[in-house]
């Protein structure tokens, strides 16, 4: 059976989205929202709201934010794992590894090492953040 998409890029709102938002659903799901920051939008008069680089038409500031849910239990780890699954599903990152390695063969032009390694460097920023954000929230990394 395949796991529905749990992650929402791009959403924008007004305040600041929690980082670590609990759903009270009685199974300790939680949302993870991350990548948070504050952007220019241009609101006009009919609810629709554009993000701009341009301060000079810009209306209004919201937060643009990244969030993703994750089932019980609130740990580091869980969360992490459930992130870069959503993010790399399993045949994605064995596809990224598959190419890199026919590349490190020879089978493949180097080029082709980049898209896997570039993987690997996003793997590890969002671990980075992950601890950091729940080294904030005391949020334990492993399940006790």
Do not use: W
Request: with cysteine; hydrophobic share 30%; charged share 30%.
């Amino acid at each position: 059976m395949e796991k529905q998409n749990v992650l929402t890029i791009g959403l924008l709102a007004d305040e600041k989205p929690e980082v670590f938002f609990d759903l009270y659903n009685g199974q300790g799901t939680i949302l993870y929202n991350h990548n948070i920051k504050e952007v220019l939008v241009i609101k006009d008069e009919d609810g629709g709201t554009v993000i701009t680089t341009d301060s000079k038409k810009s209306n209004g500031k919201m937060f643009q934010y990244d969030s993703v849910r994750v089932d019980y239990p609130k740990t580091g780890d869980n969360i992490f794992s459930t992130l870069i699954t959503a993010k790399y599903p399993p045949a994605t990152e064995s596809k990224l590894l598959n190419e890199y390695q026919s590349a490190v063969m020879g089978l493949l032009d180097k080029s082709r090492k980049k898209p896997y390694e570039n993987f690997l460097k996003d793997r590890l920023a969002i671990r980075e953040q992950i601890e950091a954000d729940c080294e904030t929230s005391n949020i334990p990394m492993e399940h006790e």
